[in-house]
């Protein structure tokens, strides 16, 4: 295993692979130009991610716990959906000070600069940064979406994104809201945190001032334009079917973790478990591939583990968010008559809002619901119809 690894960027992919390194025995060193701070973001962490990673969970950090949701689609209207396993809502400055605390405590070094660059050696890599220099062996990239290393990471088109923007607004809420809009791949949310709502909307294919204009009609009408709101907005990766095919997630000497490698949800946009997950894949596949394979090695444990799975789901983005049929509507509709409906389908939704159903196993899933009144097959018939065909 190398002697030091440099981790550049200290967000939750950053400070977790950090933790399992230092862990491990390597010397490593974190960068990031701002340490814990309010990354964009909605806060929200899934039954998935703190399942496996219980410290989400248990630790004194303020955060919510959110047993509740509402789903409106333009046609449908709005209904309620229970959350047995509840999703858990942080402010982001709080979320990553917990995980580089945890970071420090394992022993990593911690330092807060701006990485300028990282430049090959014989022997590793010269890191760049606004304080100065140093050397290591390996390097990993955690540097978000916005990733400034052109040569590393993932290499992002348009395509392969979409913008996510909102507001952070006083005030406090027992549920989350998702609401579906007529025409757009993408969807508004509202997260209840402590002391403050995120308000936000993500979508792809159109302008960030669109966007803008489409929340802030929904937070006019739903009264949740307020003095005191403060704006966000940041890139969220998106990959398209093509850009997981060409996803460069690792090579020589470096791999990518969290949103630098273009790991995030293509549909819901859920992107905190990714981080921590693809940060144990990341750390486990430095301390046991050998040198030259480790780039292969990641690769395919990501494949193996989540990258498949999210490579499918986004042949399936679009057709959830756009595809209309008359009198059904669209694909949000028919979720939230079926949820109304039936107790299958809300069982199946609820595994969705976990994070526990696999988009590849959602046809066969939805077949297994073909039962019921009439509008209840007709409605599942038509959802499991939209559905490509697994390969
Ligand atoms: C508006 C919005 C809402 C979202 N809501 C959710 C949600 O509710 N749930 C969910 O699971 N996901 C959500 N996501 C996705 C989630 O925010 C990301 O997937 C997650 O932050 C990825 O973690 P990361 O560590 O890879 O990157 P980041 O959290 O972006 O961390 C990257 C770090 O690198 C540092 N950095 C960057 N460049 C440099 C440099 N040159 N030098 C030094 N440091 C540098 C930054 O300061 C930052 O701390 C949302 C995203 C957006 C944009």
Redesign the pocket.
Same mark, same amino acid.
């Given at each position: 295993m190398p002697k030091t690894v440099a981790i550049?960027?200290?967000?939750?992919?950053?400070s977790h692979t950090a933790e399992r390194l230092a862990r491990a025995g390597v010397r490593t060193i974190l960068?990031?130009?701002?340490?814990a701070?309010e990354?964009?973001? #909605?806060?929200?962490?899934t039954y998935k991610a703190y399942e496996k990673y219980p410290y989400i969970v248990n630790n004194h950090t303020p955060k919510r716990e959110i047993h509740d949701a509402y789903l409106s689609a333009p046609r449908a209207g709005r209904v309620a959906l229970s959350m047995p396993r509840p999703m858990m809502i942080y402010a982001r400055t709080d979320l990553?000070q917990l995980l580089l605390d945890r970071a420090e405590a394992a022993g990593v070094s911690i330092e807060q600069?701006?990485?300028?660059g990282a430049e090959r050696t014989s022997s590793g890599w010269r890191i760049r940064t606004a304080k100065g220099h140093l050397e290591a062996d390996y390097c990993v990239l955690?540097?978000?979406?916005?990733?400034?290393l052109r040569h590393l990471g993932t290499e992002y088109v348009a395509a392969d994104t979409m913008y996510?923007?909102?507001y952070f607004v006083p005030g406090n809420r027992d549920a989350v809201d998702i609401q579906f809009l007529e025409g757009l791949e993408g969807y508004i949310w509202v997260?209840p945190r402590c002391g403050h709502l995120s308000v936000?909307i993500?979508g792809k294919g159109e302008p960030a001032s669109a966007l803008r204009v489409r929340l802030e009609s929904y937070m006019r009408e739903h009264g949740l334009m307020q003095e005191g709101a403060k704006f966000?907005?940041?890139?969220?990766p998106a990959l398209e079917s093509a850009g997981w095919r060409k996803n460069r997630v690792a090579g020589e000497g470096w791999l990518a973790? #969290?949103?630098?490698g273009g790991l995030?949800d293509p549909i819901t946009?859920? #992107?905190?478990?990714?981080?921590l997950r693809s940060s144990d894949l990341a750390s486990q596949t430095i301390l046991a591939a050998a040198p030259e394979s480790r780039a292969s090695h990641y690769r395919q444990a990501l494949s193996a583990d989540f990258m498949d799975d999210l490579a499918f789901g986004a042949s399936l983005a679009r057709r959830v968010f756009l595809r209309r049929f008359p009198v059904v509507g669209g694909a949000p509709d028919a979720m939230v008559r079926l949820i109304r409906r039936s107790q299958k389908f809300q069982h199946l939704m609820q595994d969705l809002f976990a994070g526990t159903q696999p988009y590849l196993d959602l046809k066969k899933r939805l077949t297994r619901n073909l039962s019921g009144g009439l509008q209840e097959v007709l409605l599942n018939l038509f959802l499991n119809r939209m559905m490509p065909e697994t390969e």
């Open positions: 550049l960027g200290g967000g939750p992919a950053g960068l990031d130009e701002k340490l701070w990354k964009p973001c #909605g806060g929200g962490l990553n600069t701006r990485v300028l955690a540097t978000g979406a916005r990733n400034p996510a923007l909102g997260f936000g993500c966000y907005g940041h890139m969220l973790v #969290g949103d630098a995030v946009g859920e #992107g905190l478990y990714y981080a």
